[in-house]
């Protein structure tokens, strides 16, 4: 009930190329779903986050789309650069519970 | 710039040692931290909640006398890890929620430890 399921566990794109990572959740009580980036020996950099009000948010290259019946939300990545390269989490937090809850990470490769 | 920020960035200790990691908000008091821990490739483990003048809540398995937290302002929180062994080096991260937005919350660079 707790969980976040993401996928795929790891993606290699072309440059300029649109990858999308997918998570999945069950609790319907969660109403906050950020993504995180993380380089290696970096701590986890907040990208960009959505709540169950919209089914898309756009800053810069990253989108989010939501889907909230469905139980479902996806990280785009537009123009993909090398740059890009990194590993991605998909969260999710219900107001109240405090913690958030990580899907498994997904290994980003752009390749030039 | 860094809004959550953890010292050290690196530590090694001899086995049977305590080491302390600190974790500070810069610009802005954080009533909640959180401990995380990071094996290689993996996801990150929530190790436990750190409210601000009260004990920490540890999740399931997480030992509270080995990993002691405290946070003792609302700018501070620290993670020592007490009579430490080679299976406890790791990579320890903090993250600190910002009032204000209550579900944003940010992360430190990290802490990588090794227990020799």
């Known amino acids: 009930q707790q969980q976040v399921k993401q996928s795929p566990q790891s993606l290699i794109v072309q440059k300029g190329g649109i990858p999308i990572i997918n998570c999945a959740y069950e609790n319907t009580a969660f109403d906050y779903f950020p993504w995180y980036q993380q380089f290696p020996g970096k701590g986890p950099a907040l990208l960009i986050a959505i709540r169950p009000d919209v089914s898309e948010k756009k800053e810069g290259r990253f989108t989010i789309s939501f889907n909230k019946s469905a139980k479902q939300f996806s990280l785009h990545i537009m123009d993909s650069q090398p740059g890009d390269s990194a590993t991605y989490f998909c969260?999710?937090?219900?107001?109240?519970?405090?913690?958030?809850?990580f899907g498994q990470g997904t290994r980003l490769t752009i390749n030039p | 710039g860094a809004v959550v920020s953890q010292h050290p960035s690196r530590v090694i200790c001899k086995s049977g040692t305590s080491v302390k990691i600190e974790c500070r908000s810069l610009d802005f008091q954080a009533t909640t931290m959180f401990w995380y821990r990071q094996f290689p490739k993996q996801s990150l483990m929530l190790m436990a909640t750190s409210n601000e003048g009260s004990k920490a809540t540890y999740e399931q398995g997480v030992e509270k006398d080995k990993f002691l937290i405290n946070h003792a302002s609302l700018t501070l929180s620290t993670l020592t890890v007490t009579s430490a062994h080679p299976e406890d080096s790791s990579f320890y991260i903090c993250?600190?929620?910002?009032?204000?937005?209550?579900?944003?919350?940010?992360f430190g660079e990290g802490s990588w430890l090794t227990v020799v």
């Open positions: 969260a999710a937090s219900s107001t109240g519970a405090q913690k958030l809850v």
């Open positions: 993250s600190a929620r910002r009032p204000g937005n209550s579900d944003t919350i940010y």
